[in-house]
């Protein structure tokens, strides 16, 4: 059990809008640490998507955006695309485990 | 982002020690924190530890007992050591670069299995 909680699965068909949400508590994401969110195409190493809540790297589309408010986070996918199925992990720091933490991971299946 | 390498064996007997190394060609390792990452088989990344070119690390609590992590500046190299091997330790290891908490470069992974 993930102490960050997210949909094990979401899908849309191509063109549309996802979100994702990742779900955390007091000692995570609501004391205060930022959300980060990877992207894992089948067979590789997961790829940062977006930093410190809603800050894309370069590179990243400006359709693929991040949120975060009180002990929960979003990354949110408009027109979706063939190329975005993949799985999606949020990640963030927790106090009371002294460590880095992992969402258990949303698969998001292109229709 | 940096393009980070990690090697080492890819099948370990139980009991015994795993050690990979990861190399980081074309960024100083005197900057940044360094650290691996490790995915079971269908799970989640879980974050093992990182390193400041300082010294000072940082590990996964459940596995403070059982790992080091420590850096080689002359060779730009970074490398994990996890004692006391299991099946629960398989798992493809990542090496990663960490800034603010974050992981901005990974390595391709190394799958690594524990059987006799």
């Keep these: ?111 | 982002q940096v393009q980070l390498q990690e090697s080492g064996p890819g099948l370990v007997e139980p009991s015994e020690t795993l050690s990979l190394t990861c190399t980081v060609p074309g960024d100083p390792i005197r900057s940044h924190y360094w650290g691996w990452i490790r995915q079971p088989p269908g799970r989640e990344p879980e974050w093992i530890g990182y390193i400041y070119y300082s010294g000072s690390t940082n590990y996964r609590p459940s596995l403070k007992s059982r790992v080091t992590i420590s850096l080689d500046t002359s060779k730009n190299q970074f490398s994990l050591s996890l004692t006391s091997m299991t099946a629960a330790d398989t798992a493809v290891y990542y090496c990663v670069r960490s800034i603010f908490l974050r992981f901005d470069s990974w390595g391709q992974g190394i799958p690594v299995t524990v059987s006799s």
């Design chain 1, 1 to 111: 059990q993930s102490v960050l909680t997210q949909p094990p699965s979401v899908s849309g068909a191509a063109g549309q809008r996802v979100t994702i949400s990742c779900t955390g508590g007091s000692s995570n994401i609501g004391a205060g640490f930022d959300v980060h969110w990877y992207q894992q195409l089948a067979g590789t190493a997961p790829k940062l998507l977006i930093f410190a809540n809603n800050n894309r790297p370069s590179g990243v589309p400006d359709r693929i955006s991040g949120s975060k408010s009180g002990t929960s986070a979003s990354l949110a996918i408009t027109g979706l695309q063939a190329e975005d199925e993949a799985v999606y992990y949020c990640q963030s720091y927790d106090t009371s485990l002294n460590g880095v933490i992992f969402g258990g991971g949303t698969k998001l299946t292109v229709l």
